[in-house]
């Protein structure tokens, strides 16, 4: 394998970003710093990066007061001679949030940084630093990428549990040096209050931290800010942010259960019934949270394509903000779809323009897999997949469409990558045992849950014919993380023969299923 982390890189981080996490445990988690110069802004959330390239990258932070943000870097842990970036003031508009945008880095090297905040009043006046470091994506083939991705964070109930050691999920996937994580959707569970104990089928008791904000379903812009922090309070969480940077995107569960643009909900748990004004709060928070590039330009957008050198683009799809009302799907005419037109058209011309050696679909849900709505008590479809295995109806007619045009225009490399179903699968979609024929065969791989409840496995609709390959889920629902069932994917692109390998994880990095594709292929 030809890609290998930078000399130092592993042993260099255990030291400093164990200090930095310990250095930014919050309160509420009983620790405090030792050495915090009073009267300061405090960074107690750690800090994140994310959306880097060849030459930038995002940094986030949170303060405890109004402060500066100010962030150095360096090409050693030493910070001789470092560069500085002035930031933004960090206030009660955006909690206290901000992200600042280094430019110009060199590609493909390590680059350390650290946070200052700084007193409005008297810059002079700075907290503790708090260090981080990330690797910018090289320009070099040769280099190879590896990244990691999953989803579903918090789920069903099962939050922080401390007996545990919390969210162990992220040390391990830490522990294989990825360049990024992508996190396909559900990074908080803002329909979803934790209670500080869950009994467990087998008369053990499970515990959870818990916040105020996390006691009932988020509906105010503070409630769903808080459902943001809860995850932070998460020590393995905070030393994976300061060491990987991220690739986010957003499904239901930011904002409430199978949400569709126009909803009025018929749940007694909510005051507010109004889905469009919940997905305005929860989008506000989702930006504050997460260094995003393009939810900072005006009209802000989650679906974006990340360039990571000459081997990967990663297409970053949002299925959740432009769809259709959730319905048995079975429309014969449908343009506005899951995508949308508009983001449709984008992706198909993003597509196009790639010259990267690999397309991953960054997908928040599956295509081929049946994801029912029932919450209503009617028959509809949360997904794409609506369980008719003939021609493509409803949603699926814009994923034909898809796949048509990735064919027609010839478009090489495409792999789908998903989480949302809570288990972990691969399925290969073939047109020889397809109801719609006119694409070429492709890869689908699921993985999840970080820390949420685990499900049986959905069934497949064969419109476009796929195979489920390989499966790991419980028999019964919602089975809590103590019994396991926790997974994320690795994808491995080798500098030298291009080939992609994916291998499926367990939450201890247990490797239960790889696959190995080979570069040039239309579709794949």
């Not at 459902?227 to 994976?240: C, E, P, T, V």
Request: proline share 7%.
């Amino acid at each position: 394998m030809s890609h290998r982390p930078l000399p130092g890189r592993r042993s260099v981080l255990r030291g400093s970003l164990a200090a930095s996490a310990a250095l930014t445990l919050p309160p509420a988690l009983g620790a405090a710093p030792a050495f915090a110069r009073s009267g300061r802004p405090r960074a107690e959330w750690g800090v994140q990066t994310g959306d880097v390239t060849t030459d930038s990258g995002l940094v986030w932070v949170r303060s405890d007061r109004p402060a500066r943000m100010i962030v150095e870097t360096s090409a050693t842990e030493s910070f001789r001679n470092p560069r500085r970036w002035h930031g933004p003031l960090l206030g009660s508009g955006t909690d206290f949030t901000g992200t600042t945008r280094l430019r110009g880095l060199p590609p493909g090297r390590q680059i350390h940084y650290r946070v200052l905040l700084a007193d409005p009043d008297d810059p002079r006046r700075t907290g503790e630093p708090v260090t981080g470091a990330f690797r910018t994506a090289s320009v070099k083939r040769r280099d190879g990428v590896r990244f990691v991705w999953s989803g579903d964070l918090a789920g069903q109930g099962w939050g922080i549990n401390p007996d545990l050691g919390g969210y162990r999920i992220y040390d391990t996937m830490a522990g294989l040096d990825p360049d990024f994580f992508l996190c396909s959707g559900d990074n908080v569970y803002a329909d979803g209050p934790i209670s500080s104990t869950v009994p467990l089928p087998d008369g053990r008791t499970w515990r959870n931290v818990t916040t105020e904000e996390k006691a009932k379903v988020a509906e105010t812009l503070a409630e769903f800010r808080g459902n943001f922090r809860y995850n932070l309070l998460d020590k393995n969480l905070r030393a994976f942010n300061a060491r990987v940077p991220s690739i986010i995107q957003w499904d239901d569960h930011e904002v409430t259960n199978n949400w569709y643009p126009g909803e009025i909900l018929d749940d007694a748990r909510y005051t507010e019934k109004r889905v469009d004004v919940l997905a305005a709060r929860a989008r506000r928070a989702f930006s504050e949270y997460f260094p995003i590039s393009t939810l900072r330009r005006p009209g802000g957008r989650v679906h974006r394509v990340q360039h990571y050198g000459p081997l990967l683009d990663v297409f970053v799809l949002d299925m959740r903000t432009y769809r259709n009302a959730n319905s048995p799907g079975n429309q014969t005419v449908d343009e506005q779809g899951i995508l949308g037109r508009e983001q449709l058209e984008w992706l198909k011309r993003e597509l196009s323009r790639s010259r990267a050696v690999w397309k991953v679909i960054a997908s928040d849900m599956p295509i081929g897999l049946v994801v029912p709505d029932t919450g209503d008590g009617k028959p509809h479809i949360e997904a794409v997949a609506q369980g008719d295995p003939g021609a493509p109806l409803g949603r699926e007619l814009q994923i034909a469409e898809l796949l048509r045009y990735i064919k027609h225009r010839r478009i090489t490399g495409t792999v789908w990558l998903t989480a949302d179903v809570h288990y972990t699968s691969a399925q290969h979609y073939q047109p020889s045992r397809a109801a719609f024929t006119d694409f070429e065969p492709f890869w689908e791989f699921v993985s999840g849950p970080l820390n949420a409840g685990a499900f049986p496995a959905n069934t497949l609709d064969d419109t476009f014919g796929p195979e489920r390959v390989f499966l790991k889920a419980p028999t019964r629902a919602n089975v809590s993380p103590a019994e396991g069932y926790q997974f994320f994917g690795e994808v491995d692109i080798d500098g030298g023969s291009g080939e992609l390998t994916v291998r499926l994880r367990e939450q201890d990095g247990t490797v239960l299923f790889t696959q190995v594709l080979q570069p040039g292929l239309v579709g794949q």
